[in-house]
C-alpha cells in the first residue's frame, strides 16, 4: 500500500525509505534557480526569509501562467542539480523536504542525511497531469522574478518518489 | 509570385505555439506507447502511463505539456517566389509573444544572458532557408532547457572509427542520465562546420520519430543527403537502450524512443558530431502557407 503523508516531522521522515511510493497532502513552496540564489543570500545576510523553513518542503518548480479559471498552469519538477550549490544552507536552516526530479550531488546527499531530510522525485516532464493535484496556489515572495517567484501551493495526494532518504540512500545509487 | 502578409506570419505563429505545446506531436504519442507496451519494468511502465495521461490532460484542459514551454525556436523555409509584405522576423516575434499569451504559456527567456534580468516570451530563434518555390513553411520548436542543458559538440579526427563516434553520442545520453526527463528523442547532426553540426542535431528533432528514414524533411531539397545513418540510428538507438537508465532515470529498457541523425558534407580535415537531446515531451508543429 502505498504511503500517505501531510508533513514531514521526524516520526514520518524515518519512516521513508528510497524507492517508496508517497502521496503527500498539505503545504509546498515551489523555489527554482534565482528564487535559491536570494534564500541563500538572504540567509547569509541574516535576513528575514519569505517562509518559515523549519520543516518545510520546497518544490523546485516555476510553473506557466494559469489560464483563467484554473487554480495553476502546467507545473511539474525541473532539474533539482542545479540547486544543489544552494541547498546545504537551507537544509541547515532546517528545510526538511524537497521535490524535483534527477539525481543530486554526493556533498547534498550527506548533507541529506546528516540533517535527517528527505528528497522526493515527481513525475518529469507532466506538467498537466501535476496541475491536477494542486488545490490552491498564492503567489508568496519575489513576484518580479515572474515564474521564478515563489508560490505557495496546498496539494492533494501529490505523488512522490522518495530519491534520497534520511539514511542518506540514493535511488540512483544501487 | 505569391504575397504573404505580416499579419498573415503573425497569425500562423501564434497558433503553431499554442500547438506545439499543448498538443503532444503524435508520432512522439505513438511511440511512446509502443515503449509502454514493451516495457517490463513495473515503475517504467507506471511512469510512461503518467506521461500519457499527462498527454491527454494538457490537450482536454488546455494546458501546456510540460511547464518549460521553452525556447521558441523557429525555422522558416522560405520559397524563393513568396513576397512578404512587412517584417518577416517581426511578424514571427509578434506571433510567438501573440501565442504564449494566449496559451497561458511562461515567460522563459532573458534578454542578458549575463545580468538575467526580467524573463520574457522573446526573442525566438528564428533560422530561415532559401528554398525553391513559392510557399512559406513555419515550423516552431519549443524546446525545453533541461535537455537543452545536455546538448555536447566534438570535433573528431576524419580518421575516427565509426566505433568512436557511436561511444560519444551514447555517452552523451549517459551524462544526460536521469536529469533531462528521459525516454529522450536524441537529435544527432553529422557533418558541416561546429555550428553547422549543432544545428543539424536540433533539425533532426523535427523529423518523425515513428520511422528513422535518414533524411530531413525540413532541409531544402538540394540539401538532402542519403546515407548509411539509418543503420546507424538502430543501432545506436539499441545500444541507448541497454544503458538501463530509463523513464526518469529509474531503469527499464525506454531511455530514448528513437535517435534521428542529419548529415552533411563536410571538410577532409574534420569530422564534427553534435548531439542535440530532446525530453519525451518533444514538441513542435508546422504550417505551410
Known amino acids: ?174 | 509570385m505569391k504575397i504573404i502578409s505580416a499579419k498573415k506570419i503573425t497569425e500562423t505563429v501564434s497558433g503553431l505555439c499554442i500547438k506545439a505545446n499543448l498538443d503532444l506531436r503524435n508520432d512522439v504519442l505513438s511511440a511512446i506507447k509502443l515503449a509502454r507496451s514493451r516495457e517490463k519494468n513495473k515503475r517504467a511502465g507506471n511512469i510512461l502511463d503518467a506521461i500519457i495521461a499527462n498527454a491527454f490532460i494538457a490537450r482536454k484542459r488546455k494546458l501546456a505539456i510540460c511547464q518549460d514551454t521553452g525556447l521558441p525556436y523557429v525555422f522558416v523555409e522560405l520559397g524563393q517566389d513568396v513576397r512578404i509584405k512587412g517584417d518577416l522576423k517581426n511578424a514571427v516575434n509578434k506571433g510567438i509573444e501573440e501565442g504564449y499569451k494566449k496559451g497561458f504559456l511562461r515567460e522563459s527567456i532573458v534578454k542578458e544572458p549575463i545580468l538575467r534580468g526580467k524573463a520574457g516570451y522573446t526573442p525566438a530563434l528564428i533560422q530561415i532557408d532559401i528554398v525553391r518555390g513559392s510557399k512559406l513553411k513555419l515550423t516552431v520548436l519549443p524546446k525545453g532547457f533541461g535537455c537543452e542543458n545536455k546538448g555536447q559538440l566534438k570535433m573528431f579526427n576524419p580518421t575516427a572509427k565509426i566505433g568512436e563516434i557511436k561511444k560519444f553520442i551514447v555517452e552523451a545520453v549517459k551524462a544526460a542520465g536521469p536529469d533531462a526527463c528521459p525516454p529522450y528523442v536524441v537529435g544527432v547532426g553529422i557533418g558541416g562546420t561546429a555550428d553547422y553540426a549543432c544545428l543539424l542535431a536540433k533539425k533532426a528533432l523535427l523529423r518523425q520519430v515513428t520511422r528513422s528514414q535518414g533524411q530531413c524533411a525540413s532541409l531544402p531539397e538540394g540539401d538532402k543527403v542519403t546515407s548509411r545513418s539509418s543503420k546507424l540510428e538502430q543501432d545506436l538507438l539499441k545500444d541507448i537502450n541497454r544503458l538501463n537508465i530509463g523513464p526518469m532515470g529509474l531503469g527499464g529498457k525506454t531511455t530514448a524512443l528513437a535517435v534521428n541523425i542529419e548529415t552533411y558534407p563536410t571538410h577532409i580535415a574534420g569530422l564534427p558530431v553534435a548531439v542535440n537531446i530532446s525530453c519525451h515531451a518533444l514538441r513542435s508543429a508546422t504550417v505551410t502557407l
Open chain 1, 1 to 174: 500500500m502505498k504511503k500517505m503523508i501531510s508533513f514531514l516531522d521526524k516520526k514520518a521522515i524515518a519512516g521513508l525509505r528510497v524507492g517508496d511510493e508517497v502521496f503527500l497532502t498539505g503545504i509546498i513552496y515551489t523555489a527554482r534557480d534565482r528564487a535559491h540564489k536570494r534564500l541563500a543570500e538572504a540567509i547569509r545576510k541574516k535576513e528575514r526569509l519569505p517562509f518559515n523553513l523549519k520543516g518545510a518542503i520546497i518544490y523546485y518548480c516555476g510553473p506557466a501562467k494559469t489560464p483563467k479559471g484554473r487554480i495553476i498552469g502546467s507545473c511539474g519538477p525541473t532539474t533539482s542539480s542545479r540547486m544543489d550549490e544552494f541547498t546545504l544552507c537551507l537544509l541547515e536552516k532546517g528545510l526538511k523536504g524537497m521535490i524535483g526530479k534527477g539525481d543530486r550531488s554526493g556533498e547534498v546527499a550527506a548533507a541529506i542525511k546528516k540533517y535527517k531530510a528527505v528528497y522526493f522525485l515527481t513525475y518529469a516532464g507532466c506538467g498537466a497531469l501535476m496541475a491536477s493535484y494542486i488545490r490552491s496556489a498564492e503567489v508568496l515572495a519575489y513576484q518580479d522574478l515572474g515564474p521564478e517567484a515563489i508560490y505557495k501551493l496546498h496539494v492533494e495526494k501529490f505523488p512522490l518518489i522518495v530519491a534520497v532518504d534520511s539514511k542518506g540512500r540514493n535511488i540512483y545509487k544501487k
